[in-house]
């Protein structure tokens, strides 16, 4: 799978776009997971066809993680897409997107576009990928997210603190992505991960790489100097490339 983070940032960051990730198999099949606000302009600057994306996956409904819906919805109505598109969601969460899908397309009530609605389960397939989700400790309720493709295995967990589930899903890893607020460690019920909390899933998890993201602007400077001298750890940043079959 080739990686290109979109965005890497929280969600009032002033350097990075909101948290967003690309993902593209070796079929070209490509996936958007999360679509904050900044997220629409970050892909036209890459030029992404507008029938490129064929699903995205919304990990939950706080605006950072899924309000550039509407923007995105609206350009693809106004660039005439005609690919269908695969939403997953969490279903008590899906009617906050569909009010975004309706701003991107009213007055009109009729898209160009077919979009599928899809409830997020413990485990599913699209087409050949395998995907499994849990639960992460977050305000409101976050499915992070374990692909694997072409024999290869990317974990991804939106927002939110590691639990047992979300631990079970980034195992053996090539390449897993976690939320990482805070350089210094939170309370156990807080609801963003820590650098501390982060070092200790490195081991537990044997990821072969793990991205740190989502960080607050004012820890990323001791988030970087820290990761700098821990093998196999990384802090992600918009327009970082990867695949999971590379080493680190
Ligand atoms: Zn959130």
Known sequence: MKIDVIGSGSAFSEINNTSSIHIEDNSHNQWLIDCGPTIPRALWQRGIEVNAIQAIYFTHCHPDHCSGLAALVNQWKSFQRAEPLDIFSQLEQQPLLTSLVDLAIWPETDICFDIRWHDIADAFTWQHWEIETANT?????NR????????QTLFYSGDGRPTAAS???????????????SFNALDDDASHGDLPDCIRLLKDTNVKKLGLYHCFDAALPNLRDAAGTIPNLFISYDGLML??????
């Open 144 to 151: 992070a997210i374990r692909l694997t493709v072409d024999g």
């Open 243 to 248: 695949n999971t079959a590379d080493a680190l």
């Open 137 to 141: 400790q977050h305000e409101i309720s």
């Open 167 to 181: 631990k079970v899903l980034m195992q053996d890893a090539d390449l897993a992505f976690q939320e990482c607020a």
